[in-house]
């Protein structure tokens, strides 16, 4: 459950991919959400969530619907969560021209990066907030971060790699954390980001 009271509402952004699964676990977590597909929507919610799917589709819904603007305006300033292709549009670099990289958090990535064998995996990996409990987490076509900026935190590494991080308001995933019935990664968005004494007003 969350901290303190709250009357935030945390969008997830509903474009294309695994966005209703997020808004159950924010239900789940005991936080409103609601799903987000126009700029009206977007500016009514006080954090995002950007799900997994497809980054390359998403890139083009967000054109079509002209969420380009609202969005890079609203993850300079609001807590944001991206989970695996979230977190590709979330990131400052791509490799790719048909993917938009907001720029949110400093970290370069590479899509596919876990390699063709390994298209989709499941690890138990420690997370650094929960003294260590393992996280089963699903890797799915994930995104292998290359390099973290001095602003960045690593949250959890699997093989030694970085796959969550975090700067102070965008937390993001390589793998799929709505996957699971373990709430630990979006209690940890509610909590230590939504609901920071910086983002309370
Ligand atoms: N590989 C996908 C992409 O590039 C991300 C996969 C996912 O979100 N599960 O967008």
């Known amino acids: 459950m969350v901290e303190e009271s709250s009357n935030k509402t945390v969008g ?3 474009l294309q991919g695994d966005f ?5 676990a924010l239900y789940e977590v005991g936080v409103n959400g609601k ?3 126009t700029e009206t929507e ?3 919610v006080d954090g995002l969530i950007i799900p997994g799917g497809e980054s390359t589709a998403m890139t ?3 054109m079509t619907f002209a969420l380009e603007e609202p969005l890079t305006e609203f993850v300079k300033t609001k807590p944001v969560m991206g989970t695996c292709a979230g977190m590709i549009l979330l990131s400052n670099q791509t490799d790719s021209d048909s ?3 907001f720029g949110a958090i400093n970290i370069e990535l590479e899509r596919n990066g876990f390699g063709r064998q390994l298209d989709s995996f499941s690890a138990d990996i420690p997370l650094e907030f929960t003294n260590g409990n393992p996280f089963h987490a699903l890797f799915i076509r994930a995104p292998k971060i290359l390099n ?3 602003d960045v935190i ?3 590494t699997h093989d030694g790699e970085t796959v969550m991080a975090r700067n102070s308001n965008v937390l993001v995933t390589s793998f799929h954390p709505e996957l699971t019935d373990n709430l630990a990664i979006h209690k940890y968005f509610i909590n230590q980001i939504l609901l920071s004494k910086e983002n309370l007003n």
Not at 20 to 24: C, T
């Open 12 to 14: 997830v952004l509903a």
């Open 20 to 24: 209703e699964k997020h808004l159950s």
């Open 35 to 37: 799903l987000v597909r």
């Open 42 to 44: 977007l500016l009514s």
């Open 60 to 62: 083009k819904l967000i």
């Open 99 to 101: 993917v938009i990289g």
């Open 148 to 150: 973290t900026g001095e």
């Open 154 to 156: 690593s949250l959890a």
